[in-house]
């Protein structure tokens, strides 16, 4: 029985089904499954190790910048989040609560709530409050500023329609807060880590980002503004992949977060958030993947290349196993990338796609011929195409075909994205373009929320930012007709 034809069909064409798709591709390449715990996940190793290196990548990109790691607690007094109003309203229907502190076994051997909490504590959705009444304590003077601190942690978020990455109950994510002696220095971090998100998704994840500022009705709860990078998915949805918000003042009054100034005057401090969760895996898969199964651009896959030592008859198979090893070596010595040699007893037909589903980025085959030839062949799996190397050009030849894998899955997401972004001077142009293939939709806005709320109501559609490259031109609200010079960006969104 031909296992790998069998195989290839268990993926849903994205032109058929495209979520049933995104589900095809995570349980084809064993990235998370669902757990007993309605809207959580259960990450497997596979999707792990992405978001380990995703990990390893930011953290070092923040240290290089003065942030330093520290860990808060999941429980947050129910209190503080009702010192800042605006924050406990944007969260409130999401918050999960505990009320009770031990159960006990009643007659029929169930378990039964006992103690009652004093204070009743909401399990993490953010962290900005626990963060901010330590803050106070720990900032005092001019000299204690500024306060750089990232965290890396799981939050909760009750989900009434959970997807695997894109929204789950629980997930990972890094949340960072700073607090500075001016709003120019806060304004300046905010933009600042921004760029950074922006650097990490194109350099390492291959994915186009727009960079801009969120709506009022769209930033979030408690933020002066919210700056973030959306990008565009392969069904022409919008995903935010990470956001910098400046907080003002607004968290450091109610929690008392103070200095003493250099002229020994008390002033409040200014402080940011900004944060990136393990979504950005959904974002990787639906920018990259194809009909096949995931796609993982070089830079940021858990391993870069996998060997198959291919024989048929038992006495080449030490030869060929010891020559997959000499090119490992030699790709892990002068590269540093990871080499995975796959000695197991299958076809090879079968271990070729089993890779392949799991999207690693380039695939060596070498078999007792190719001994004889004193060659290798490589095929990429963002186009499936061979290319026979000469085992005296091996290293370099390795490394040309990772880097133009990189930068070839970031052109082919550009290109998309281009291709579906469209500029627009009429409400009626913006309803037919969301209605039929979706994709970015430009257009001018008078800053009026009814206007945006209009938007929604009938299309579904929000403005996903206001982007920061602006033409500086006076045109009509494509809603109201009032004259304008902002151009945002509508999409349907994920």
């Not at 109501?457 to 010079?485: D, L, M, N, V």
Request: charged share 30%; proline share 4%; with cysteine.
């Amino acid at each position: 029985m031909n296992k790998t034809k069998e195989n290839i069909n268990s993926i849903t064409p994205r032109s058929k089904d495209y979520s049933k798709w995104y589900l095809d591709v995570i349980d084809a390449a064993e990235l998370a499954e669902n757990s007993p715990v309605r809207g959580c996940m259960v990450i497997k190793p596979n999707g792990y190790a992405i978001w380990e290196n995703i990990q390893k990548v930011l953290d070092n990109m923040f240290k290089l910048r003065g942030v330093k790691n520290a860990y808060f607690p999941l429980f947050i007094p129910k209190s503080f989040f009702e010192k800042e109003a605006e924050h406990v309203e944007g969260f409130a229907k999401e918050c999960a609560i505990v009320t009770h502190h031990r159960l006990n076994l009643n007659k029929e051997r169930k378990l039964v709530p006992a103690g009652l909490m004093e204070e009743p504590l909401v399990v993490r959705p953010t962290s900005e409050t626990i963060i901010y009444s330590m803050y106070a304590k720990w900032i005092h003077s001019f000299r204690d500023l500024p306060m750089l601190i990232n965290q890396w942690a799981n939050v909760v978020r009750w989900e009434l329609r959970p997807r695997p990455f894109l929204r789950t109950t629980e997930f990972l994510w890094q949340e960072g807060h700073t607090a500075h002696s001016t709003k120019e220095e806060a304004d300046e971090t905010t933009l600042q880590m921004l760029e950074v998100y922006r650097d990490f998704a194109e350099d390492y994840l291959a994915i186009p980002v727009i960079k801009g500022i969120k709506s009022e009705s769209e930033k979030f709860a408690g933020a002066a503004y919210t700056a973030c990078i959306e990008a565009m998915m392969q069904d022409g949805k919008a995903l935010q992949v990470a956001t910098s918000h400046m907080l003002g003042q607004n968290f450091a009054k109610p929690f008392k977060v103070k200095f003493t100034d250099e002229n020994g005057n008390e002033q409040y401090v200014w402080q940011t958030s900004w944060g990136m969760s393990t979504r950005i895996i959904g974002a990787l898969i639906m920018t990259h993947s194809d009909d096949k199964g995931l796609i993982i651009p070089p830079k940021i896959a858990p391993m870069s290349v996998v060997i198959i030592p291919i024989w048929s008859k038992d006495h080449d198979k030490k030869d060929v196993i010891s020559k997959a090893n000499n090119i490992a070596t030699k790709i892990i010595a002068e590269i540093g990338q990871v080499v995975h040699i796959d000695e197991r007893d299958e076809r090879p037909g079968s271990k070729f796609y089993d890779w392949e589903k799991k999207g690693i980025p380039l695939r060596i085959e070498i078999g007792p011929r190719d001994i004889i030839n004193n060659t290798i062949v490589a095929v990429r799996r963002d186009t499936g195409s061979k290319i026979e190397v000469s085992l005296t050009n091996l290293v370099p030849k390795i490394k040309e075909l990772l880097n133009s894998i990189q930068s070839d899955l970031y052109k082919r997401a550009f290109q998309y994205r281009e291709k579906m972004t469209q500029e627009v001077d009429s409400y009626k142009a913006i309803k037919n373009i969301l209605a039929d293939k979706g994709g970015f939709v430009i257009a001018y806005w008078c800053g009026d929320q009814k206007c945006e709320s209009k938007v929604k109501k009938e299309t579904t559609a929000t403005i996903r930012c206001i982007p920061f490259e602006q033409k500086q031109e006076k045109r009509k609200c494509i809603i109201c007709g009032k004259e304008t010079s902002t151009r945002v960006i509508f999409a349907k969104a994920y």
